[in-house]
């Protein structure tokens, strides 16, 4: 049984704890609205960049001179897997839930005979990943000193990423990153950015059928575009993750707080208690001393 | 009073314009051009250059851009730059440092093709600060 002491200390330092949780969940809770805000910001390009891609393919795919990073390289030998993760802890099963999504992908891939190289996003991702595959991380990126997102930290991600479709290191490229739903609620999911999918149709009216004019070819504006839309494609993926970690760091440390809470509580009772029990048996020394004499 | 139509400018991080206006002078791949209302449907990449726009009330606003696309259609003009800035808040420093790299891309590009890409990227680059500086 520990003594009065150790409970009191034993409160004091869950006190501490709840403090720090509690700070913590409000500073992320600023950073989500944040983060929230910069990803709607984001928003209209990457639907407008939808549009203009659907009207687009719709004018060259008849030519059939789709740039290779949209019809691919034919084969479907090696799979690039572009991890998207936080740089930081202590936001729930975030980063281990991408990683799983991740890790699952890979296993698949490999048993189905194909080659596999990663790129990870983030210090996380990289940590648990290089776990299982250290052998496949071909190359991993922090954005650690990155406070806000910005399109050109998503560009330099895309630029690599093209470079090295350009050599032939890869067939294709799947991006990993959190979908994010709500506060409470962020879907790992996985997008095949290169070949890159036809935009979902349905975007067709946008142009209300208007025949355009090109300038200069639509091959030509299609092989800039479609560079660009990987960016955009990675930039969204980044902003979303950054909203979902917050969001996911919150709802964390909700829970930490009020476990933190439920414990002071019952460590408070145990006190109490104690220390009546004390007060007692004090008492019946007294009185069972007074009465022996 | 010139006819009005629906003008936006998007930039990856946010929506810097979404009004109407009179009239908008994109700078074009091919050469600059004015966008007035009712214009035909053309879909064109821009090059680094100065978006000028004029909105129904008459006021000029103008604003710098790097690249990015135009898709035009008589309702309206979407322009969508890979950077976008007000004119009135660019950043010297940022556009000296795009210079300076533009430069670096044209020294070591290994073929003709690259160096000559690299080097048309430059000077459009430098008009741009030249058209900026003395405002």
């Keep these: 049984m520990a003594s009065l002491k150790d409970l009191r200390n034993r409160i004091a330092s869950v006190k501490a704890t709840q403090k720090i949780t509690k700070a913590m969940q409000m500073v992320a809770a600023a950073k989500l609205r944040r983060a929230q805000e910069a990803a709607e910001a984001a928003r209209p390009y990457s639907q407008r960049m939808g549009a203009v891609l659907a009207n687009i393919t719709k004018a060259v795919g008849s030519n059939g001179d789709a740039p290779a990073l949209m019809a691919g390289t034919g084969r479907d030998d090696v799979h690039l897997l572009v991890v998207c993760t936080a740089e930081r802890g202590l936001c729930g099963g975030f980063n281990s839930q991408i990683a799983r999504l991740a890790r699952e992908h890979v296993r698949k891939l490999r048993a189905d005979g194909k080659t596999v190289k990663i790129i990870t996003v983030g210090k996380k991702g990289n940590d648990i990943l290089r776990r299982d595959f250290s052998s496949l991380i071909i190359d991993k990126i922090e954005l650690r000193e990155v406070k806000q997102i910005g399109f050109a930290n998503a560009d330099a991600i895309a630029k690599k990423v093209i470079a090295l479709f350009n050599q032939g290191g890869f067939d294709v490229c799947t991006l990993f990153y959190s979908e994010f739903k709500s506060v409470i609620s962020q879907v790992p999911t996985a997008q095949q950015l290169i070949p890159a999918a036809a935009p979902a149709a349905g975007e067709e009216d946008v142009s209300g059928g208007a025949v355009y004019e090109y300038e200069p070819e639509p091959g030509e504006i299609l092989s800039d575009l479609i560079p660009r839309n990987i960016s955009v494609q990675i930039f969204r993926a980044l902003l979303e993750n950054a909203a979902g970690e917050m969001g996911a760091k919150m709802s964390a440390m909700d829970n930490a707080t009020r476990n933190a809470g439920d414990m002071i509580n019952k460590l408070t009772i145990t006190y109490n208690r104690q220390r009546q029990a004390q007060i007692t048996k004090e008492l019946i020394e007294i009185i069972s001393g007074a009465e022996a004499l | ?135």
């Design chain 2, 1 to 135: 009073m010139a006819e009005a139509f629906k003008f936006e400018l998007v930039s990856p991080e946010r929506l810097l314009v979404s009004e109407e206006v009179q009239s908008v002078v994109i700078p074009g791949a091919e050469g600059e051009m004015t966008v007035l209302a009712q214009h035909a449907p053309v879909m064109t990449t821009i090059k680094p250059g100065v978006v000028t726009v004029k909105s129904v009330n008459g006021q000029e606003e103008r604003y710098v851009v790097f690249g990015g696309f135009a898709d035009i259609l008589p309702s309206g003009c979407t322009l969508l730059a890979e950077s976008a800035t007000s004119v009135k808040d660019i950043d010297r420093a940022e556009l000296a440092r795009r210079i300076q790299e533009a430069r670096e891309d044209a020294a070591d590009a290994k073929d003709d093709e690259a160096k000559t890409r690299a080097e048309a990227f430059l000077a459009q680059l430098t008009t741009l600060e030249g058209a900026i500086l003395p405002a």
